[in-house]
């Protein structure tokens, strides 16, 4: 793919523009224009001369705009219900969830935008969460959307800009298959005696475990932050994690609603660690938003007022509904409104990666 720079200024434009021969008419117009400044008596008319005949700046929804197409990463590791795995359908390979309905949301809003005569196109970039932030700072990507937690401490790489929520009601829980470590949690916490202190039950009660986490996921900067006396495993998928045979791992650590949905419908063996009233543990107050860069402010704004919209007009409700409380098939829901991914991209998507200990060596993940 040929990713196109923007210019910010003349002095970038000396230095980073390549002229071919279809650009010599507009090159040799400007060099006229810079001749002609030494007759003006004004660098402000110079600049406006230069600039519309070639011009040094343009924003990022008009460049969208001409080029039709958003560039939008999203996770090669399943969030379940929010990233489904790719399925082959009869149209093609496919993508679904509620982050990919979000995207068609965004694509249309864009095609009304840019004047509605052709569509603007959502093209699909699947890679490693981890380095979705570098695809975007190198302006690889316009912005991606994978369940991102984007008011939690040092989520955000400098560079880069999180939008209003669209997910509510997120926050960091846990699972085990351990029945002793589940009801373990559940005494640490009731002896808390109306101090409600989570963070230090959670803390005893989670000292000398192998606790997994994914890399870059808010639960791992949680783990860091927070959590003493635990054996660290950082693996690059969920999946990754529930694979692995060694070491053994007591307590998985990731985003609540995704836990809730694969406890019930993909790994029914683990179960979610509760309080003593049977309520969820959720170990901290998140919310999911879209990311995209620190200077495109006129995105910024766009995508802004787009989720104000669905928010007022209850369109975000029923998506969250659809996606976490009713009833479907994943597969046959991405035949009928999946986005469609490059064949080449479905086999590091199927790859989920491995787990090491924090700092440390590889683990097996006991897949062929």
């Known amino acids: 793919m040929t990713i196109e720079k923007s210019v910010n200024g003349a002095k970038g434009s000396r230095r980073n523009a390549t002229i071919g021969p279809e650009k010599s008419g507009a ?48 996770s090669v590791e399943p969030f379940r219900p929010f990233v489904f795995p790719a399925v082959y359908t009869d149209e093609g390979v496919r993508v679904t969830g509620l982050d990919v309905e979000l995207i068609r949301e965004v694509a ?17 970039y699947l890679t490693r969460f981890r380095d979705l932030f570098i695809e975007l700072n190198e302006g690889h990507l316009d912005l991606f959307v994978s369940s991102f937690s984007g008011n939690i401490p040092a989520g955000t790489p400098s560079g880069l800009w999180s939008s209003s929520p669209y997910f509510h009601g997120a926050g960091i829980g846990a699972m085990t298959r351990n029945l002793e470590i589940a009801e373990n949690v559940r005494t640490k916490l009731r002896t808390q005696a109306g101090r409600a202190d989570t963070l230090s039950a959670i803390q005893e009660s989670l000292s000398g475990l192998t606790v997994a986490v994914q890399n870059r996921r808010s639960a791992h900067l949680y783990a860091e932050a927070n959590l003493r006396g635990i054996r660290l495993l950082v693996c690059d998928s969920l999946p990754a994690a529930v694979e692995t045979k060694d ?24 179960r979610l660690l509760e309080r003593p009233d049977g309520s969820p543990l959720i170990l901290s107050q998140e919310s999911f938003s879209i990311v995209t860069g620190e200077e495109k402010r006129r995105l910024q704004w ?5 989720l104000y919209r669905l928010e007022e007009t209850g369109r975000l409700a029923q998506m969250r509904k659809r996606w976490l409380e009713e009833d479907y098939a994943p597969t046959r829901r991405a035949t009928a409104e999946g986005l469609q991914l490059e064949v080449s991209k479905v086999p590091n998507h199927y790859d989920q990666g491995q787990c090491r200990m924090a700092g440390g060596r590889r683990m097996a993940t006991g897949r062929p």
């Open 247 to 270: 070491p053994h791992i007591d307590v998985i650590l990731t985003d609540y609603p995704i836990l809730q949905y694969v406890t019930k419908r993909v790994w029914p063996d683990w």
């Open 302 to 306: 766009f995508l802004n007022n787009l």
């Open 108 to 124: 249309d809003a864009l095609t009304v935008q840019c004047g509605g005569q052709q569509p603007v196109v959502p093209t699909l």
């Open 27 to 74: 090159g040799g117009a400007l060099l006229f224009l810079l001749i002609l400044s030494m007759l003006l008596p004004g660098c402000g008319l110079v600049f406006d001369a230069v600039e519309l005949v070639y011009p040094l700046t343009r924003d990022e929804v008009t460049t969208i705009c001409a080029q039709r197409q958003i560039r939008v990463g999203i």
